[in-house]
């Protein structure tokens, strides 16, 4: 199994930027994809983006544009940039990391709180 350790995260105004990290540690040998979803108050939890070993990323619609994934398999880490944040993208962010050959870790999550 592994284990994910987030950071990043906090309240920022509409337009700004906010960067999100996340580290995989334990048998990340067998990581075969990062990457991160949120889940906004009383609404299900929706993938943002993600990345696999060999640099294919993945945005969702509304992250196309403003969102860049980034992922690093030399040191287990995947990074979310995000410019241009909005109201609607205030939500908890968490961390998704899938192992071959078919498990899936997830992070604590991180807030992320777009406010004026």
């Known amino acids: 199994q592994v284990q994910l350790a987030e950071s990043g995260g906090g309240l920022v105004q509409p337009g700004e930027s906010l960067r999100l990290s996340c580290t995989a540690s334990g048998k990340t040998s067998s990581l075969v994809n990062m990457g991160w979803y949120r889940q906004a108050l009383g609404k299900q939890r929706e993938l943002v983006a993600s990345a696999n070993n060999g640099g294919e990323t993945h945005y969702v619609d509304f992250a196309k544009g403003r969102f860049t994934i980034h992922r690093d398999n030399a040191r287990n880490t995947v990074v979310l940039l995000m410019n241009s944040l909005k109201l609607e993208d205030t939500a908890i962010y968490s961390c998704?990391?899938?192992?071959?050959?078919?498990?899936?870790?997830w992070g604590q999550g991180i807030q992320v709180t777009v406010s004026s």
């Open positions: 998704s990391a899938v192992l071959w050959p078919n498990s899936v870790y």
